[in-house]
């Protein structure tokens, strides 16, 4: 079935440091979306991308829909100890009623 | 706070048993979705629910079960419970469930469920 993966499992950074992460498909997908889930609590929205080649902006994050459809990169610049949780992928495969299938999640620590 | 609430945050219960789990959606959201998160699984996708109808179904196990009622809350029931049955079960909300522009999914803060 339809997997997304997501690089690096884990990341520990230093406090004020540029992070980026990515996410990948085998397959294409027509909706990307990053959510941000901090320890205990429910994953929430970042941001979502509708277009391939979208760059999409939220604060300090910055997201893309690569071209091929197939994988999505979040960036995340000057970290600070806030951001720290787990960063999961998300894609609704091309087609209507389609289900929203989640990646691994990459783990974020910043050592302040 | 998305908007979503659930109930119980937490649950601990035996194998064998049955339980509910309650969520109510953002106000004027439609659809509803129900995730199970396990440690080795990750965030699994079980079953989608618009206006009252089932839309959409994942990885959801023949014990679990789930319904959308005329005021648009949800439940999960989870029934002859097994110890790998514990997780957390977010549910949540969009306001179409149609994969539409603006159709997107806001997340519950969870109910973590623990079988002994």
């Known amino acids: 079935g339809q997997q997304l993966n997501q690089s690096p499992q884990s990341m520990f950074i230093q406090e004020g440091e540029d992070v980026s992460m990515n996410c990948t498909s085998s397959s294409i997908f027509n909706t990307w979306l990053w959510y941000k889930q901090d320890p205990g609590e429910g994953p929430v929205l970042l941001i979502a991308l509708y277009k391939a080649g979208e760059l999409t902006s939220n604060g300090r994050l910055t997201a893309q829909f690569g071209i091929t459809r197939k994988d999505s990169f979040l960036n995340i610049s000057a970290s600070i100890p806030s951001d720290v949780g787990i960063y999961f992928c998300?894609?609704?495969?091309?087609?209507?009623?389609?289900?929203?299938?989640f990646g691994p999640g990459t783990s974020l620590s910043v050592i302040p | 706070d998305s908007g979503v609430t659930q109930t119980p945050k937490h649950l601990i219960t035996a194998t064998g048993q049955r339980v509910t789990l309650r969520c109510s959606p953002r106000?004027?959201?439609?659809?509803v979705y129900w995730y199970q998160q396990s440690l080795d699984q990750g965030l699994q996708f079980l079953i989608q629910?618009?206006?009252?109808?089932?839309?959409a179904k994942g990885n959801i196990l023949e014990r679990f079960s789930a319904q959308q009622f005329p005021d648009l809350h949800s439940e999960l029931n989870l029934s002859s419970l097994e110890l790998g049955d514990s997780a957390l079960y977010f549910c949540?909300?969009?306001?179409?469930?149609?994969?539409?522009?603006?159709?997107?999914?806001?997340f519950g803060p969870g109910t973590r469920l623990t079988v002994l």
């Open positions: 629910y618009y206006n009252g109808e089932e839309r």
């Open positions: 998300a894609g609704q495969p091309y087609g209507p009623y389609d289900k929203v299938i």
């Open positions: 106000s004027g959201d439609l659809s």
């Open positions: 949540a909300s969009s306001v179409e469930g149609s994969g539409s522009l603006i159709d997107t999914q806001y």
